[in-house]
């Protein structure tokens, strides 16, 4: 079982449309939460950080559950601008170790 | 702030030569940088830790002798890949971390290595 497994899509959802990702992690050590973006043959790029009580960006919102060890992504009003692989990334307790998620590819058409 | 950059973000060789990459941290120094490859559909995978002034630490199934890594000051990593083959064509990133910083990772651009 891979320690951070997610859907790879590809998600097409229209503009305008919600989506949500889901992310289970399988490590009980993993201490902070992340969603990267990368775009095609470019570094990733922090999307947010995932927090215990939830939280929201603008059209993003990231939740945490522990207790199922599951993250998850919304993303509102989706833009054509939002194409993009989405990465769910874990970090160990007391290391800088992160551990990336296989991605999930969205595409959002006109 | 918090600025990564590699050199050379694209490279070129003919099996067996070694390329070296570069990866700085620009307005920040940083104790621990990583090394990342990432094949074509694939996440990230870790290739090792590099702790300044220490030696890199090799994730399992990484090769130490092939993939050289130098961590000679605070603001710079050096990750050698010794006697290319096609195999070994692939997006390597590396990141770095604020010695300030607990867990997030800054990236640089990445260097693309394709090898003949």
């Known amino acids: 079982r891979k320690e951070v497994e997610q859907d790879p899509g590809p998600f097409n959802v229209p503009e305008g449309a919600t989506v949500a990702f889901n992310c289970t992690y399988s490590?009980?050590?993993?201490?902070?939460f992340f969603w990267y973006r990368q775009d095609c043959r470019k570094e990733p790029k922090l999307l947010m950080s995932?927090?215990?009580s939830g939280n929201e960006d603008g059209r993003f919102t990231a939740q945490l559950n522990r207790a199922s060890q599951y993250i998850s992504l919304l993303i509102r009003d989706s833009k054509l601008s939002d194409s993009a692989t989405y990465l769910c990334?874990?970090?160990?307790?007391?290391?800088?170790?992160?551990?990336f998620g296989t991605g999930t590819r969205l595409k959002v058409l006109a | 702030g918090a600025v990564v950059s590699q050199h050379p973000s694209r490279v070129i060789c003919k099996s067996g030569t070694s390329v070296k990459i570069e990866c700085r941290s620009l307005?920040?120094?940083?104790?621990?940088m990583f090394w990342y490859r990432q094949f074509p559909k694939q996440s990230l995978m870790l290739m090792a830790t590099?702790?300044?002034?220490?030696?890199?630490?090799?994730e399992q199934g990484v090769e130490k002798d092939k993939f050289l890594i130098n961590h000679a000051s605070l603001t710079l990593s050096t990750l050698t890949v010794t006697s290319a083959h096609p195999e070994d064509s692939s997006f390597y990133i590396c990141?770095?971390?604020?010695?300030?910083?607990?867990?997030?990772?800054?990236f640089g651009p990445g260097t693309r290595l394709t090898v003949l």
């Open positions: 307005d920040f120094q940083a104790t621990t």
């Open positions: 995932v927090y215990s």
């Open positions: 490590n009980s050590a993993s201490q902070s």
């Open positions: 990334v874990v970090n160990l307790r007391g290391t800088y170790k992160y551990i």
């Open positions: 590099s702790n300044e002034g220490s030696k890199a630490t090799y």
């Open positions: 990141s770095a971390v604020p010695g300030t910083s607990v867990s997030e990772q800054f």
